[in-house]
């Protein structure tokens, strides 16, 4: 660790002489590669040099341990329990830092969830999963805008619960991606449904995928390779939203994926948002071949974000959260599927630092 430590001190050298190079400056992304890099970098060195004087005052008080005057003395041992504690702390943070950074850290992203098995009560689900999100979201700063819908409308005799097929919302803020990151996979209920007249519990299931919006630099769709298609919009009518050709469908022919989207009233908003989940969607397949080529690098994750990988079990009637990744289980689920996740997410992060740490051998 302390290698790494003194190469880093003398690569931030490195890109202070470069942040003031007119080459380097006069290229816009080569400047913001530098740049973030340097802010990387120099908080690792902060808290290096940090440490170190932490070291020294150590060093400073046990010497002190010998001092003839006995208050002296009395105030190094004071000293030096603070001190211990501050230094282990700093050595913590400092093993977090030199984690090699998630590329897509800061970034916005899709969230997409979709009912799976279970029928009408896995679109309840979802909605009930969305809900969750959002609520999480606003609680720490996130901002979430819808990009597309299925809702559905279930129930009857006045009694109606909108459920989704699938919705897929843009979430941005600065620790989206942090906070969401680990709520890809298949996600099971078991609880007696609103449909239910016998008062049976049934197991359904909705599925999340946390896609980070790539940049223009990523992943670049060449014309060649889509098919557009429009079409008047389904779902319930007036405002002209089923009366004309606004909504679109976009095929990418090399995997084809397909997006459609009808939300809005306007043929090119609807293919703007579509170009968006559909950039989204081919990045998260390459990850996906990323990860199966190279099986050891998915050990450091809590989870390989893949859709098909069942996470967590919400089972109502005993109140219960279950996340089968880390063996955690929580008898809060009411408060959990409100919008408090905090204590789940803390858990997820710790389990993959951990494991990250072990990885890199800074354990």
Request: hydrophobic share 35%.
């Amino acid at each position: 660790m302390f290698d790494k430590l003194e190469a880093l001190e003398h690569r931030l050298e490195v890109l202070n002489r470069k942040l003031m190079d007119p080459d380097v400056v006069s290229n816009s992304k080569l400047l913001m590669e530098t740049s973030k890099e340097h802010a990387h970098v120099s908080e690792i060195v902060e808290a290096w040099q940090a440490h170190k004087e932490l070291q020294q005052q150590l060093a400073d008080a046990k010497e002190m341990l010998a001092d003839d005057d006995p208050d002296i003395r009395q105030m190094a041992k004071e000293e030096i329990g603070p001190l211990e504690k501050a230094i282990a702390e700093s050595t913590e943070r400092i093993r977090v830092l030199l984690l090699p950074k998630d590329p897509y850290e800061g970034r916005p992203l899709l969230l997409e969830i979709r009912a799976g098995t279970g029928g009408d009560e896995a679109a309840l689900f979802a909605a009930d999963l969305h809900r969750m999100y959002e609520r999480f979201g606003e609680r720490n700063g996130l901002r979430f805008q819808t990009i597309s819908a299925s809702p559905i409308t279930v129930g009857s005799s006045g009694k109606t619960v909108q459920g989704f097929k699938e919705i897929i919302s843009s979430v941005t803020g600065e620790s989206a991606y942090a906070m969401l990151r680990f709520e890809a996979g298949v996600h099971r209920v078991q609880r007696i449904p609103a449909t239910e007249s016998q008062g049976r519990i049934h197991t359904s299931a909705a599925t999340v995928a946390v896609l980070p919006e790539p940049d223009e630099v990523e992943i670049k769709l060449d014309a060649k390779d889509l098919r557009i298609d429009t079409m008047r919009a389904g779902g319930p009518g007036g405002q002209s939203v089923n009366t004309t050709d606004s909504a679109v469908r976009i095929v990418h022919l090399p995997t084809g994926i397909t997006v459609q989207c009808q939300d809005e009233k306007s043929q090119l908003k609807n293919k703007q948002k579509a170009m968006r989940v559909l950039k989204a969607r081919v990045l998260q397949m390459e990850q996906d071949k990323a990860h199966a080529e190279n099986r050891d690098s998915r050990r450091a994750m809590v989870g390989s974000g893949d859709r098909s990988e069942r996470i967590r079990t919400y089972n109502f009637p005993q109140n219960r959260l279950t996340d089968h990744r880390i063996g955690l289980t929580l008898y809060k689920l009411d408060n959990i599927i409100d919008g408090d996740l905090t204590e789940v997410n803390d858990a997820l992060t710790a389990a993959w630092r951990a494991k990250a740490l072990e990885e890199e051998g800074l354990a």
